[in-house]
């Protein structure tokens, strides 16, 4: 049973404009949650991160947006830029401080 | 520079030849992790480390050891590795007070034939 599905497996927009990429959990043990971003040959990278009791984080173009009522949390990417083609991973993580659980990607492809 | 470490980045090997992943941090980061990454299954924890000399498993540890003798080194062990461990590995390391933002290693493909 996933507990953390980011429902798109690929997603495509135009240079400039802002990208969406969702994510649904179903563990609402979940207090903390992260995006991560992976270019190919290459480990994931920490992208952006946001506790439970907020429902926003922004950290440049990057912005996320946390619906707990919805279990739902989406990250946005504005502008999107060529660069920004990579594969991104929504994960949740239960407060244990153990393991973090780790949806299975969206493959962002930005067009010039 | 603040890195994670991996060797092999690449291995073809036999069934049932152990072998041994190096996983390096050079930042002084207590936690260190392995994942393995397969297609429709995502990023799986395969073994984790709290400190030196305390390690315990993760999701998927069967077939594969660990040890954690040195803070900067977590290597992954195949004692007699099988085709379906054919995959990417993933090591990755965080300080044991962050929330989780876990620094990764470029990835190991290895493959069991």
């Known amino acids: 049973d996933q507990q953390v599905k980011q429902n798109s497996p690929s997603l495509s927009v135009q240079e400039g404009r802002i990208s969406i990429l969702n994510c649904d959990y179903t563990?609402?043990?979940?207090?903390?949650f992260l995006w991560y971003k992976k270019y190919p040959a290459e480990g994931p990278t920490f992208l952006i991160s946001?506790?439970?009791i907020k429902d926003k984080n922004e950290d440049g173009r990057f912005t996320v947006f946390l619906n707990k009522s919805a279990k739902h949390l989406s990250l946005h990417i504005v502008p999107s830029q060529p660069g920004d083609s990579a594969v991104y991973f929504c994960?949740?993580?239960?407060?244990?401080?153990?393991?973090?659980?780790w949806g299975l990607g969206t493959s962002l492809a930005v067009n010039p | 520079e603040a890195q994670v470490t991996q060797n092999p980045r690449y291995l073809i090997t036999v069934t049932g030849k152990k072998l041994t992943v190096t996983c390096s941090q050079n930042m002084n980061h207590e936690y260190m992790s392995w994942y393995r990454q397969d297609p429709g299954l995502g990023l799986r924890q395969i073994y984790y480390?709290?400190?030196?000399?305390?390690?315990d498993k993760g999701d998927v540890p069967e077939g594969y050891k660990v040890s954690r003798k040195e803070k900067r080194n977590f290597p992954l062990i195949l004692e007699s590795p099988s085709p379906n461990q054919t995959s990417l590995y993933f090591c990755a390391s965080r300080r044991s007070g962050s929330r989780h933002e876990q620094f990764f290693g470029p990835g190991t493909r290895l493959t069991v034939l």
């Open positions: 480390s709290m400190n030196v000399e305390v390690t």
């Open positions: 994960a949740g993580n239960a407060g244990n401080n153990r393991k973090l659980i």
């Open positions: 946001i506790s439970s």
């Open positions: 563990n609402s043990m979940f207090d903390y």
